[in-house]
């Protein structure tokens, strides 16, 4: 098992640019596949970024590309979102979560942060 903790959230105005941490403390945190997920209100959780283990690997949601990206830290145990160009449908609690194999399903993943909140305003 792995924890996470989300951290950089917070209120922006439309086209603004934030940058999301998760920071991972547990088992080897090089073994995991790390994953953003994010969740706005009514709405079910969604895939928006993963990352290999190696970092070799990066994956996104259609929406987010060319506008966000992830990265990680290996020896900081940690996992980033940059996330520019911010929209109002970006709105969501994001979330990292942890898992061994790429997933963009969020079922699959078992270890999850408490999530941090983006608000964009128009």
């Known amino acids: 098992q792995v924890q996470l903790v989300e951290s950089g959230g917070g209120l922006v105005q439309a086209g603004d640019s934030l940058r999301l941490s998760c920071a991972a403390s547990?088992?080897?945190?090089?073994?995991?596949?790390m994953g953003w997920f994010r969740q706005a209100p009514g709405k079910e959780r969604e895939f928006v970024a993963a990352?290999?283990?190696?970092?070799?690997?990066?994956y996104y949601e259609d929406s987010v590309k060319g506008r966000f990206t992830i990265s990680r830290d290996n020896a900081k145990n940690t996992v980033y979102l940059q996330v520019n160009s911010l929209k109002p449908e970006d709105t969501a609690v994001y979330y990292c979560?942890?898992?061994?194999?790429?997933?963009?399903?969020?079922?699959?993943?078992?270890?999850w942060g408490q999530g941090t909140q983006v608000t964009v305003s128009s």
């Open positions: 547990g088992r080897t945190f090089n073994y995991y596949v």
């Open positions: 979560a942890a898992r061994v194999g790429i997933s963009k399903d969020p079922t699959e993943y078992k270890d």
């Open positions: 990352i290999s283990p190696s970092g070799l690997g990066r």
